[in-house]
């Protein structure tokens, strides 16, 4: 079942190190058969109070690659890189709902 992880940056400590951090954060979600399906870009609150301040949704192909992404060694190698900066990730099944 796809699987997705919206993240959101709020706060960003060092520009230059967090430039860094998204030029290699791709290849460490490819390695785990992930993707971005959004990466910023223009929205319209439509209805609440969250502003997301950047947002992204990476897609995976289950939780189980999702979760071994968020926990790999290529992904730990790349976190020093995020000191400082506020993030929030919210791990989301994509199946149906009985709402």
């Keep these: ?15 230059e190190k967090m430039a860094v951090y998204r030029e290699k954060v791709l290849a460490t979600l490819q390695a785990y058969g992930g993707g971005f399906a959004i990466r910023g870009g223009a929205f319209d609150v439509l209805e609440g109070s969250w502003h997301p301040t950047h947002l992204s949704v990476m897609e995976f192909p289950s ?37």
Excluded: C, Q
Aim: charged fraction near 25%; glycine fraction near 12%.
């Design 1 to 15: 079942m796809t699987t997705f992880v919206i993240g959101n940056v709020a706060t960003i400590a060092d520009k």
């Design 63 to 99: 939780a189980e690659h999702a979760r071994r992404w968020y926990g790999s060694p290529e992904y730990a190698e790349i976190l020093p890189l995020r000191e400082g900066v506020h993030m929030d990730l919210v791990l989301v099944d994509g199946g149906g709902s009985d709402v």
